[in-house]
């Protein structure tokens, strides 16, 4: 937030609010990296300290509502420092929520360390790192007037609810094959909700942000659209028989295309072992990398979040669940079944890339 004033007073008072933000989010990226820490090492006296920051947390978002409300009284600001002190505001709220979300991680931490681990904690080490970098690019985003780094943070949210997705169906599978697993999964799957809720926080830092460099309101643009725009799906599900080929290349370049509002999932009716080697290749060509993807079964997705169903499958083989709103058909060849040299196959695999690309580019008409 730099701007040019014939007052330094105001400009002080401008810097002092932008640094008391950026010790805020300091303070709550060290909460969820101790946090983390301390379930790693199992060190619950590290967590009680990390949860001793929440009340600094509290204090200063209190300090700085006061500083913003004392500018707007005093200096009258219009335009840009306007939306730069109102958007300062609304950040504080946001913050001070990732803040309290670090305390619970650290309260199911200190319950978690007094059983033995149930396994070890490789995607929640994942998730925080994410949650953490993207709170800390969000508040690097607002100092540097960065929309395209805004946007960059929102972005990476579907990683964070991919992981959150992963961690849900593997703690219902400890929880089924044996119920002295239920205690630690609940509290392993808590964990993993926080840091997703985290991320959730983030991004609305990041598209205050974006207000705040372009004046434009990007908000729940995917839910609600805007007067002037295409709706866009709230959450779309791609379906193939065995969840390995196209629907799986359909999700990556949903997820590329399509604003990170809209849930982007795929699924199949007989779930094959993994994603196909060729698909995976034709899609990190165009720079799509869908190696960490794995097929689905319906069971696995959260249907709740689809309004709608895009079936690719060439037979109508896979039933639409009856509350989808919007079901589609597009019905496209399994490249896996062309014979021919590996060069001939590659090509079919990017037949199916590119007609799948114009077919997403179609969704915002829906």
């Given at each position: ?264 999932w795929s699924a199949g009716l007989t ?15 165009i720079g799509v990398d869908i190696s ?75």
């Open positions: 937030m730099t701007f040019k004033h014939t007052a330094q007073e105001y400009d002080g008072e401008l810097r002092k609010i932008r640094e008391q933000l950026l010790l805020m989010g300091a303070k709550v990226e060290e909460m969820i990296a101790g946090g983390l820490q301390a379930l790693l090492k199992r060190d619950s006296e590290l967590a009680h300290r990390m949860m001793e920051l929440d009340s600094e947390v509290n204090k200063l978002e209190i300090d700085i509502d006061e500083l913003c409300l004392r500018v707007l009284a005093k200096r009258q600001p219009v335009a840009s420092d306007l939306r730069a002190i109102t958007t300062v505001m609304k950040m504080v709220t946001d913050i001070e929520r990732i803040g309290d979300l670090g305390v619970n991680i650290c309260e199911r931490v200190i319950e978690l360390n007094m059983v033995p681990s149930l396994k070890p904690y490789v995607d929640l080490q994942h998730m925080a790192e994410i949650a953490q970098g993207m709170t800390r690019s969000a508040l690097d985003a607002f100092v540097s007037r960065d929309a395209e780094q805004a946007r960059q943070v929102i972005e990476q949210d579907q990683s964070l609810d991919f992981y959150y997705g992963q961690i849900f169906r593997e703690m219902l599978t400890y929880m089924m094959e044996d119920v002295r697993n239920i205690y630690r999964a609940t509290k392993i799957q808590s964990v993993s909700k926080y840091l997703e809720r985290i991320g959730d926080h983030a991004t609305n830092l990041a598209e205050m942000v974006v207000f705040m460099v372009k004046a434009t309101d990007i908000r729940h643009l995917g839910r609600l659209g805007n007067a002037n725009e295409p709706r866009l799906p709230r959450g779309i599900l791609f379906v193939c028989v065995e969840n390995a080929i196209q629907s799986q290349m359909a999700e990556g370049l949903a997820r590329k295309l399509l604003p990170s509002s809209v849930r982007i779930p094959g072992k993994q994603v196909h080697p060729l698909a995976i290749r034709v899609m990190k060509e960490a993807q794995r097929p689905k079964g319906f069971a696995d997705i959260a249907m709740g979040d689809i309004d709608t169903f895009i079936r690719l499958c060439s037979k109508d083989e896979c039933s639409v669940p009856a509350n989808i709103l919007h079901r589609l058909a597009w019905p496209l060849m399994n490249p896996a079944s062309m014979g021919g040299s590996e060069e001939e196959k590659l090509s079919a695999f990017r037949n199916i890339r590119d007609e799948l690309r114009k077919q997403i580019e179609t969704l915002t008409s829906l």
